[in-house]
């Protein structure tokens, strides 16, 4: 059983920057392939950028390529996106979800976080 917690989401101009964590529960932790996604209202959840359990592959969306980085430190069971040259339309509720298939960007992952909304103004 894996449980995750967001955290780091808030209010950021267009151009500014925003880092997002996903801190995990669980000794296994190192051992799952996590990925961010985000929902924004009214519209379907995306993907955004997945990362493999050993930390050697990463995935991204053609939106955010670029712009955005998805690293992890397991020793501290922690996974991070940083987010930089942000843009109205990356507003969203960002989600980490956790699973030790590596889906990338397929959002059938196991384990879900409740999420952070972050909201870019122009």
């Known amino acids: 059983q894996v449980q995750l917690v967001e955290s780091g989401g808030g209010l950021v101009q267009a151009g500014g920057s925003l880092g997002l964590s996903c801190a995990a529960s669980?000794?296994?932790?190192?051992?799952?392939?996590v990925a961010w996604f985000r929902q924004a209202p009214g519209k379907e959840r995306d993907f955004v950028a997945a990362?493999?359990?050993?930390?050697?592959?990463?995935y991204y969306a053609d939106s955010v390529k670029g712009r955005f980085t998805i690293s992890r430190d397991n020793a501290k069971n922690t996974v991070y996106l940083q987010m930089n040259s942000l843009k109205p339309e990356d507003t969203a509720v960002y989600y980490c979800?956790?699973?030790?298939?590596?889906?990338?960007?397929?959002?059938?992952?196991?384990?879900w976080g409740q999420g952070t909304q972050v909201t870019v103004s122009s």
């Open positions: 990362i493999h359990w050993s930390g050697h592959s990463t």
């Open positions: 669980g000794r296994t932790f190192s051992s799952y392939n």
């Open positions: 979800a956790a699973d030790s298939t590596w889906l990338v960007d397929n959002d059938g992952y196991d384990y």
